[in-house]
C-alpha cells in the first residue's frame, strides 16, 4: 500500500541523510570550544563518519544527533543553526540553482 510519499532508492535505505547537513553543527561546536563528542557520543556511528560531508547516514542515526544538539543549543540557536545550512560552501550551488527558478 502506497502512503504517497515517494520511495527511498534501495541504494540510500538506512542512508538517507547526507552528513553535510551537519557541517554547521561541528563549526558551531568549534566556534564554541566545545569537543565534537558532545554531539556524537551514543548516537552509535563514529564521529568521523558524522564530519565527513560525503557521508550519509540513517534517519535514526540523525535523530539521534539532533537529540543531541538540543542538549547543546536552545530553540533559537537551532533555528539560526539551520538557517546557516543552505549557506554552506556544500549547498551554495543548489541553494543558488534554487533561486533560479
Known amino acids: 500500500m502506497s502512503t504517497g510519499a ?16 551537519l557541517t554547521v ?15 556524537t557520543d551514543g548516537v552509535g556511528v563514529p564521529a568521523a563518519i558524522l ?18 544538539a538540543r542538549e547543546l543549543w536552545s530553540d533559537d540557536e537551532l533555528v539560526a543553526l539551520g538557517r546557516r545550512i543552505p549557506r554552506t560552501r556544500w549547498l551554495r550551488p543548489l541553494a543558488a540553482l534554487a533561486r533560479l527558478r
Do not use: K
Not at 564530519?51 to 540523525?62: A, E, G, M, N, T
Open 25 to 39: 553543527c561541528f563549526e558551531e561546536l568549534e566556534a564554541r570550544g566545545l569537543s565534537e563528542t558532545c554531539l
Open 51 to 68: 564530519r565527513d560531508p560525503r557521508q550519509r547516514i540513517s534517519w535514526d542515526v540523525f535523530r539521534a544527533v539532533l537529540a543531541r
Open 6 to 21: 515517494p520511495e527511498v532508492p534501495r541504494e540510500l535505505v538506512g542512508r538517507e541523510v547526507s552528513c553535510r547537513t
